[in-house]
């Protein structure tokens, strides 16, 4: 039996590859049967051309990491919220129960805002891809501003205007960061 050291099974001159097909007379080259590709494998050229998920999957995507994000940062309100409502007689159990209150209630509120914000957002980006069939940074900042002129419009029109102009500059300085570690932090 051929001893197996891992990784230099194919240098070791003791062993060798099992070949299914060596008494076949073959004209392909065996190393073809086994070279797979790597990149993605599309039925039509088309879909090879766009480079990005579709609506469903960045709907899922930033509807999930929306959520998850608040999650975790109303979590960590709550928990400091708690921190902070001690009072002197409270027994370990006590504080313990206190802080899994509230940072179950304020992770669930703040996930439950910033998802639909998410939602929202993954909406409007997809539907501005499809009209200007174009995804670049504009089609980012436009989502971006109707997203929070969506989110406060039942304020006013200058509330609006304002989570607007503060939906874009955020989606713009996300793309931005996200170019930026892209082209400046290998991964």
Avoid at 8 to 14: K, L, V, Y
Avoid at 15 to 20: C, F, G, M, S
Avoid at 39 to 56: A, N, T, V
Avoid at 162 to 184: D, F, S, T
Wanted: glycine share 12%; with cysteine; charged share 20%.
């Amino acid at each position: 039996m051929a001893r197996h050291h891992g990784s230099d099974r194919e240098t070791d001159p003791n062993t060798r590859l099992y070949n299914p097909y060596q008494d076949l007379d073959l004209q392909v080259p065996i190393t073809n049967l086994y070279k797979l590709p790597t990149s993605p494998e599309f039925l039509f050229s088309e879909e090879s051309l766009h480079q990005r998920r579709s609506w469903g999957e960045n709907l899922t995507f930033y509807t999930g990491s929306a959520y998850l994000g608040g999650s975790v940062s109303g979590a960590a309100v709550g928990l400091f919220s708690a921190l902070r409502n001690f009072e002197q007689g409270d027994t370990l159990k006590l504080k313990v129960n206190r802080i899994l209150n509230s940072s179950g209630h304020t992770g669930r509120s703040w996930g439950n805002r910033i998802g639909v914000v998410g939602l929202l957002y993954a909406g409007m980006e997809s539907g501005v891809v499809a009209v200007t069939d174009r995804d670049d940074v504009w089609s980012s900042v436009a989502a971006g501003l109707a997203t929070g002129a969506v989110c406060r419009a039942a304020r006013g029109v200058r509330s609006a205007a304002v989570a607007g102009a503060l939906g874009g500059l955020a989606a713009g300085a996300v793309v931005a960061g996200k170019q930026v570690l892209k082209r400046y932090v290998p991964i």
